[in-house]
């Protein structure tokens, strides 16, 4: 059983839209996972900016890949490493804990997920 950031059952982050690197709702992660998407993050006008400009327009739906485009508000699993790159730049979006997977505490530590690090 996988375990979020709290150390409790890892919950799911949204099922509308589906997300998780396994598309079932979850940020979980696996060993085919290169990206490690494991951040239940909710979207912001401010971070959608920031991942367009670094080439990853997640506004975009891509019906190849069952991605419907994300607006704010949204839950989405980002990679541990886009999530630490926004944070670096301030611009990084608020995150559920209960959904985010323990791994992430490889990125940033509980007081930085949690936005307590000011």
Do not use: Q
């Not at 982050?13 to 940020?27: A, F, K, V």
Request: include cysteine; proline fraction near 5%; charged fraction near 25%.
């Amino acid at each position: 059983m996988a375990l979020n950031v709290l150390g409790t059952p890892l919950e799911a982050c949204s099922l509308d839209p589906m997300t998780g690197y396994y598309r079932n709702g979850c940020c979980d992660t696996g060993s085919e996972d290169k990206g490690v998407h494991i951040v239940c993050a909710i979207m912001t006008a401010e971070f959608l900016a920031f991942s367009r400009e670094r080439g990853n327009d997640l506004t975009m739906p891509l019906e190849m890949f069952d991605f419907p485009g994300l607006k704010p508000g949204d839950r989405w699993c980002l990679c541990a490493d886009r999530w630490r790159e926004a944070k670096d730049a301030g611009c990084a979006p608020d995150i559920v804990l209960e959904a985010t997977h323990a791994r992430m505490l490889e990125w940033a530590t509980l007081d930085e997920l949690r936005g307590d690090d000011v």
